[in-house]
């Protein structure tokens, strides 16, 4: 089945510890990307990746890493969180860049830093 | 502000009813996307527009364009109480010579039995 996988779900953390969200796709995708989701904001983009080892800053990239080494694993790192960055987080993938393809989207993982 | 944005923000209905939501933007785009989420899930894909066409089916939905308003519509016909989510659209344009996608706030339909 095809589909783009997230783990974990949910995690809560305190201030400063570092944390990594796998994403993983199973479509061959060139391109991946990690959104967040915050009420009344829509979906921001975070950091995106159009093939292995390129990648980009989004629109909110700040306290936030990404890498792409493998086709297929785009992990958002976060190297010392805060509670700003308590969020619903997606990781999505698609054929090529930007909006010309539909985007495939994970499950989400509910972030809660205290 | 935002490249799309959905109007309105929220809507409630009733089974059988028609759902119409309205998606405006700014610069000028390659195409539009309309995405559905449930409750706290991901999104998924609705349907994807193109700059040079007008109207588009896809079973119950149907997806208009018009880039001379800059504005799209996704209308639900005979809603069901499982249309109940939140409906975004998102715009693809050109932006520091990439194509980038943006979504908007979204619009939370509730559709009761």
């Known amino acids: 089945e095809a589909q783009v996988t997230q783990n974990p779900r949910y995690l809560i953390t305190v201030t400063g510890k570092k944390l990594t969200v796998t994403c993983s796709q199973n479509?061959?995708?060139?391109?991946m990307s990690w959104y967040r989701q915050d009420p009344g904001l829509g979906l921001r983009q975070i950091y995106y990746?159009?093939?292995?080892?390129?990648?980009d800053k989004g629109d909110v990239p700040e306290g936030y890493k990404v890498s792409r080494k493998e086709k297929r694993n785009f992990p958002l790192i976060l190297e010392s969180p805060s509670p700003n960055q308590t969020s619903l987080y997606f990781c999505?993938?698609?054929?090529?860049?930007?909006?010309?393809?539909?985007?495939?989207f994970g499950p989400g993982t509910r972030l809660t830093v205290t | 502000s935002q490249q799309g944005e959905e109007d309105p923000q929220a809507l409630s209905i009733q089974e059988g009813e028609n759902a119409t939501m309205n998606c405006s933007y700014k610069?000028?785009?390659?195409?539009l996307q309309w995405y559905r989420q449930n409750s706290g899930r991901g999104l998924v894909h609705l349907i994807l527009?193109?700059?040079?066409?007008r109207e588009k089916h896809s079973g119950r939905l149907r997806v208009t364009l018009d880039t001379s308003k800059k504005s799209s519509s996704l209308l639900i016909t005979a809603s069901r109480a499982a249309d109940t989510a939140s409906y975004f659209c998102?715009?693809?344009?050109?932006?520091?010579?990439?194509?980038?996608?943006?979504f908007g706030a979204g619009t939370r339909l509730a559709v009761h039995p």
């Open positions: 999505a993938s698609s054929p090529g860049t930007g909006g010309r393809y539909e985007q495939y």
């Open positions: 479509m061959n995708h060139e391109y």
């Open positions: 990746s159009m093939n292995v080892e390129v990648t």
């Open positions: 610069t000028s785009i390659n195409n």
């Open positions: 527009i193109r700059s040079n066409e």
């Open positions: 998102a715009t693809d344009f050109i932006s520091g010579g990439y194509n980038k996608l943006i």
